[in-house]
């Protein structure tokens, strides 16, 4: 079973609106943490936002911020007034295990965001 | 601004050569950094975990004869493809745990990218 799953391989939304990419993950860990990367064409990997499993409010960074719905297993991210600049490659990730030890991280297929002027 | 830092962005070789990427954590050490190969239009795959003064810990399937990686400094980390072959080409991503004052979420930070063309 897929640890991470990005079921939209591909989104438009038209600038200034918000936007959310969806995220669901596995894991029988009761301490973990889930994770967001930004990939542009340029092919660096940009970290947007962190939501640690014990965290009981919602992770905010920005115009980023991330629904995170512990029984679903679902961690959306949420892109508010969306600029052109943030048209890339988007990748859920989940850390499993608490911080410390051995950090592997599990990463999704991504999604490609395309913002429209 | 960047964290870590990877040389060279892109490399051309001929088949059976050997090629040497860098992985560098700017400003702070990195006990661990991880190395990642990225195909078109697809996810990360972990190759291996890089651990200094000790060795990688390798992803099962990935031959460690054939991908070296040295962490001799806790702000440098190497992988060399040895004996490279057209099928090698690909993206090669490093990142390193910012530790300290990111203690708590151990967040892996990513270089920019080594593109690896073997011909």
């Known amino acids: 079973a897929q640890k991470i799953t990005q079921t939209q391989p591909g989104m438009f939304v038209q600038e200034k609106e918000a936007v959310t990419l969806d995220c669901t993950y596995d894991t029988s860990d009761q301490s973990y943490g889930l994770f967001w990367y930004k990939q542009p064409s340029s092919g660096e990997m940009i970290f947007l936002i962190y939501q640690g499993s014990y965290d009981e409010q919602n992770a905010t960074e920005g115009r980023y911020s991330l629904n995170f719905q512990k029984a679903r297993k679902s961690a959306n991210l949420v892109i508010s007034a969306s600029q052109l600049g943030d048209s890339a490659m988007y990748f859920c990730a989940m850390r499993e295990g608490g911080p410390g030890g051995y950090q592997k991280v599990t990463f999704g297929i991504g999604t490609k965001l395309q913002v429209i002027p | 601004g960047a964290v870590v830092s990877q040389h060279p962005s892109w490399v051309i070789c001929k088949s059976g050569t050997s090629v040497k990427i860098e992985c560098r954590s700017l400003?702070?050490?990195?006990?661990?950094m991880f190395w990642y190969r990225q195909f078109p239009k697809q996810s990360l795959m972990l190759m291996a975990t890089s651990n200094e003064g000790s060795k990688a810990t390798y992803e099962q399937g990935v031959e460690k004869d054939k991908f070296l990686i040295n962490h001799a400094s806790l702000t440098l980390s190497t992988l060399t493809v040895t004996s490279a072959h057209p099928e090698d080409s690909s993206f090669y991503i490093c990142s390193a745990i910012l530790s300290g004052i990111k203690r708590k979420t151990d967040t892996q930070y990513f270089g920019p990218g080594t593109r690896l063309t073997v011909l």
């Open positions: 400003d702070f050490q990195a006990t661990t």
